[in-house]
């Protein structure tokens, strides 16, 4: 767990890239910010190398992030099953960018790269990275994976490669998963890497623009709604949570990514420590978790809700009923009252 690669590491690395024939990049499903960017990123530089490389998604991005450049070059895997499955099967070396395990690239795509003989890449901040990669670059205090891919092409020596196709994917998933250089993660090497971009021509102000300042009026109600008639709010465990349900989405015309830093909102609450957001699917309802302070929703969500991610944001699942997920998660605040409350 480093931000440092080894030599072992960095001579592995380019010795798999430069001799691969056939690369894939993939991240994770329902990719963020950070998952396009660290994959078109990556994209973008293997190019730069005279590769000719393919980008597999699981499923589509949000609408918001569908102008970042080769977007469109994208094999979307749940729309095209042959094309990710011709990739994978025929690939030589695969990056596995913004996640720690294969499942998290979803059961379909996931159920490829285990058949793969591939050799794998990974780069990522998520806790406890699997064992399936050659070379892991881990960093769990890196802000983002964006962070990590300029550090991983720098130290291998390519940072001249870098363009402003490059730049932009790095700077949008460093700028998304840090809350915009707000959170805890960001350090005096993630504004040195963001001064890098910009001084070489980024238009920082642009990625913000395409990325928050194209809202649908019908997104705006939904939150609107989400925290006018949704936020429960309980003060004596420093706890507050939000939940939607599946007809309540369809009554604001939900699109994915509507729903996204919705959980940041309510922990922005004074006084608040433990956020939650619970929004109900077809067959599971997704919960997110934020906290602050030494309060560790990382391990509170491996322990109850069939996920992880980070100390202070992380993910999960529930195949309840919307109604007991949010009793078990009531319940579950009682429980844990007195951590949350000395966090």
């Given at each position: 767990?480093?931000?440092?690669?080894?030599?072992?590491?960095?001579?592995?690395?380019?010795?798999?890239?430069?001799?691969?024939?056939?690369?894939?990049?993939?991240?994770?499903?329902?990719?963020?910010?950070?998952?396009?960017?660290?994959?078109?990123?990556?994209?973008?530089?293997?190019?730069?190398?005279?590769?000719?490389?393919?980008?597999?998604?699981?499923?589509?991005?949000?609408?918001?992030?569908?102008?970042?450049?080769?977007?469109?070059?994208?094999?979307?895997?749940?729309?095209?099953?042959?094309?990710a499955e011709a990739h994978i099967a025929q690939a030589d070396l695969i990056?596995?960018?913004?996640?720690?395990?294969?499942?998290?690239?979803?059961?379909?795509?996931?159920?490829?790269?285990?058949?793969?003989?591939?050799?794998?890449?990974?780069?990522?901040?998520?806790?406890?990275?699997?064992?399936?990669?050659v070379v892991t670059y881990s960093d769990t205090k890196a802000c983002s994976?964006?962070?990590?891919?300029?550090?991983?092409?720098?130290?291998?020596?390519?940072?001249?490669?870098?363009?402003?196709?490059?730049?932009?994917?790095?700077?949008?998933?460093?700028?998304?998963?840090?809350?915009?250089?707000?959170?805890?993660?960001?350090?005096?090497?993630?504004?040195?890497?963001?001064?890098?971009?910009?001084?070489?021509?980024?238009?920082?102000?642009?990625?913000?623009?395409?990325?928050?300042?194209?809202?649908?009026?019908?997104?705006?109600?939904?939150?609107?709604?989400?925290?006018?008639?949704?936020?429960?709010?309980?003060?004596?465990?420093?706890?507050?949570?939000?939940?939607?349900?599946?007809?309540?989405?369809?009554?604001?015309?939900?699109?994915?990514?509507?729903?996204?830093?919705?959980?940041?909102?309510?922990?922005?609450?004074?006084?608040?420590?433990?956020?939650?957001?619970?929004?109900?699917?077809?067959?599971?309802?997704?919960?997110?978790?934020?906290?602050?302070?030494?309060?560790?929703?990382?391990?509170?969500?491996?322990?109850?809700?069939?996920?992880?991610?980070?100390?202070?944001a992380a993910g999960g699942i529930s195949m309840e009923s919307i109604e007991?997920?949010?009793?078990?998660?009531?319940?579950?605040?009682?429980?844990?009252?007195?951590?949350?409350?000395?966090?």
């Amino acid at each position: 767990m480093s931000r440092i690669l080894t030599p072992e590491q960095i001579d592995t690395a380019q010795r798999l890239i430069l001799n691969a024939n056939r690369i894939v990049v993939t991240t994770h499903k329902s990719p963020d910010g950070d998952a396009i960017g660290s994959a078109l990123a990556m994209h973008h530089f293997l190019r730069s190398l005279g590769k000719n490389p393919t980008t597999i998604l699981p499923d589509a991005a949000p609408d918001f992030l569908h102008w970042v450049s080769a977007y469109d070059q994208c094999i979307i895997a749940d729309e095209q099953h042959q094309e990710a499955e011709a990739h994978i099967a025929q690939a030589d070396l695969i990056f596995a960018l913004d996640y720690n395990h294969l499942p998290r690239t979803g059961d379909y795509v996931g159920s490829l790269l285990e058949k793969s003989n591939a050799s794998f890449i990974l780069i990522d901040h998520h806790q406890q990275p699997g064992t399936f990669p050659v070379v892991t670059y881990s960093d769990t205090k890196a802000c983002s994976t964006c962070e990590m891919v300029f550090r991983f092409i720098e130290q291998c020596g390519w940072i001249g490669h870098l363009n402003l196709d490059i730049a932009t994917c790095i700077y949008l998933g460093i700028m998304t998963d840090s809350g915009s250089f707000r959170f805890h993660s960001v350090t005096d090497d993630t504004h040195r890497i963001a001064g890098a971009l910009i001084a070489m021509g980024l238009d920082h102000s642009e990625v913000h623009r395409n990325v928050y300042d194209t809202n649908l009026m019908d997104k705006l109600k939904l939150i609107g709604f989400a925290l006018s008639e949704k936020l429960v709010v309980l003060p004596e465990h420093s706890t507050a949570f939000i939940s939607l349900s599946k007809e309540e989405l369809k009554r604001y015309n939900y699109r994915q990514g509507d729903t996204e830093g919705l959980v940041n909102q309510a922990l922005s609450i004074r006084g608040i420590k433990l956020a939650a957001f619970f929004k109900e699917g077809n067959n599971e309802i997704k919960a997110s978790f934020r906290s602050k302070g030494s309060f560790d929703v990382n391990a509170f969500s491996r322990a109850h809700w069939q996920g992880g991610g980070h100390i202070n944001a992380a993910g999960g699942i529930s195949m309840e009923s919307i109604e007991a997920t949010l009793d078990k998660f009531n319940k579950l605040s009682l429980q844990y009252s007195s951590q949350i409350n000395a966090s």
